[in-house]
């Protein structure tokens, strides 16, 4: 699927269709076609290098996708960047992508080299810059459409490259997810997150309405339901994670949102529990498990979950592969393992991502190519694929977690307090309540005796200039050292004994 394409074709046959719905405004395909023409006319005369990946920065607003079909149209990959990433991340992110310029379309401060193209700016572009005539600059297959950034082990986000045509390659199968039929979208992730890849571009290539919900709706349940009823939501697209803060909620339920009749999971494990209370809230919906890492794009398996599946399991599956994709398990000498048997899941198809951005230390580690010469991907996790090709996710086999739907690597924490003056050691946990994670706690070994309330302020406070505030630990323990392995690591396993942290 031509995605580019379907967007002007959308765009000429219902012109007047809304595209996006903000609480700040909304955009029609009308709208967003010619916008994002302007901008990528603008765009083409920066002579920036072939190529060049660009940084758009704010939250849920109409410049942001008007930004996104700009930097494709016009040759350009897209690197969504939002405002819960504290100022010097984006400036690590945009030094890494080495771009002259990013689009902030919410104020932004970084100071150096990179010119901000701020709001005021883009308006007169969308304004005065004449209509983009040349539609040939835009990305090809090959070219990378975007690059999502996630949390790295080593305290550098990883640039993760998804190229036009895995992008093309996940939307032809998951417009089936919905039976091809427009309609409203839910979209509750922020764009720097792939699972809103799910409902943004699946409800573009279907003509739909895409229905954003700001993170300050989050903060009132009611406001947020009656948004989402406002909105007449057909699909609500999600991590099982919202799922449950919007069931905190007796009003989350079908004679609020009636109009809605399929909920698609992403991105953590979903529950027996919270599975059980959907259906009970929802009689009438089909619920849809989906799985996969953004180094996939998106999600790559889907079943539907039915009461049988409810009524039998402990854990519930995450589907089977989609077509162009291929799921097994391997032993740790990386030989295949037969059916049923757990293991690393190796994902490999057409939609696997081209690598890390200028990381080809990651890359080498987790993408190769296998043996029928598929592009492949080592997930991390651990799991197994059955007889008939239902894939059931167990665990993690590293130190990646997800927290609240966020993809965390406790060593990009670890890492960041490392870096702090007086910090010798660090080591970071979640803490589980009810089997979920509750929050994080770090701990750590200075070389200095200051254990003092302004102390671990201070430390929070120096780590929320690096970390979305999400992966800033609620707990700073204080120790005298880490139990060590023979080899000088920090022993997790004793560490985490001896403070009897609870680790997934
Ligand atoms: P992300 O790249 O943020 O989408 O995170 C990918 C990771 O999330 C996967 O490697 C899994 O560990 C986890 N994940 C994704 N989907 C599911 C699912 N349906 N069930 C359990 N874990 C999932």
């Known amino acids: 699927m031509d995605i580019i394409r379907e967007i002007s074709i959308h765009a000429k046959e219902n012109p007047s269709r809304i595209a996006f719905h903000f609480r700040s405004g909304s955009i029609t395909y009308g709208e967003l076609w010619e916008k994002s023409g302007r901008l990528a006319a603008w765009i083409s005369k920066q002579s920036l290098a072939k190529g060049q990946p660009i940084p758009v920065y704010g939250h849920k607003n109409i410049y942001m996708w008007t930004a996104f079909i700009a930097c494709v149209r016009a040759g350009h990959a897209y690197v969504p960047m939002d405002t819960n990433m504290p100022a010097e991340r984006i400036r690590d992110i945009a030094c890494t992508v080495n771009s002259p310029l990013i689009f902030a379309t919410e104020p932004l401060n970084i100071l150096d080299t990179t010119e901000v193209i ?65 309609g409203v979208f839910l979209n509750q992730a922020p764009f720097s997150f792939d699972l809103s890849v799910m409902d943004t571009y699946t409800g573009l290539a279907t003509g739909s309405t895409i229905w954003s919900v700001d993170h300050d709706l989050l903060r009132d349940m009611k406001m947020l339901i009656n948004y989402m009823k406002e909105g007449k939501i057909n699909y609500f697209v999600s991590t099982p994670s919202f799922a449950d803060l919007c069931l905190s909620s007796d009003l989350f339920c079908e004679s609020t949102l009636e109009e809605l009749n399929t909920f698609l999971f992403c991105g953590e494990t979903l529950t027996v529990p919270t599975a059980r209370k959907l259906r009970e809230r929802f009689p009438e919906a089909r619920i849809i498990n989906t799985y996969g890492p953004t180094e996939t794009t998106v999600c790559v398996t889907s079943t539907e979950i039915t009461d049988k599946m409810l009524s039998e399991g402990q854990n519930l599956p995450v589907g089977k592969a989609k077509p162009g994709t291929y799921i097994y398990a391997v032993a740790e000498n990386e030989e295949r393992l037969p059916a049923g048997v757990e293991g690393e899941l190796i994902i490999a198809g057409n939609t696997t991502a081209a690598g890390y951005y200028k990381n080809d230390t990651q890359t080498l580690k987790r993408f190769f190519t296998n043996s029928e010469r598929l592009k492949s991907y080592r997930t991390g996790d651990f799991g197994y694929v059955n007889e008939d090709g239902m894939v059931y996710y167990k665990c993690r086999m590293d130190n990646q977690i997800k927290f609240h739907g966020y993809r965390i690597e406790l060593g990009d924490i670890e890492n960041n307090l490392q870096a702090l003056n007086g910090i010798s050691n660090a080591a970071v946990f979640p803490e589980l309540k009810d089997g979920a994670i509750h929050s994080l706690a770090a701990y750590i070994v200075q070389n200095n005796d200051d254990t003092s309330y302004a102390r671990r302020k201070f430390i929070r406070d120096e780590l929320r200039k690096k970390l979305p505030s999400y992966m800033v630990p609620k707990k700073i323990n204080f120790m005298s050292e880490f139990p060590m392995t023979l080899n000088g690591k920090i022993d997790r396993k004793r560490l985490k004994e001896t403070v009897n942290a609870a680790v997934c």
């Open 118 to 182: 701020d709001l005021l700016r883009i308006k007169d572009i969308l304004q005065n810059e004449p209509a983009l005539v040349n539609d040939t600059l835009r990305n090809k297959k090959n070219d990378t459409h975007y690059i999502i950034f996630t949390s790295g082990s080593t305290g550098k986000p990883k640039g993760v490259m998804i190229t036009t045509g895995s992008l093309e390659n996940y939307l032809d199968w998951s417009v089936t997810l919905i039976n091809r039929k427009a």
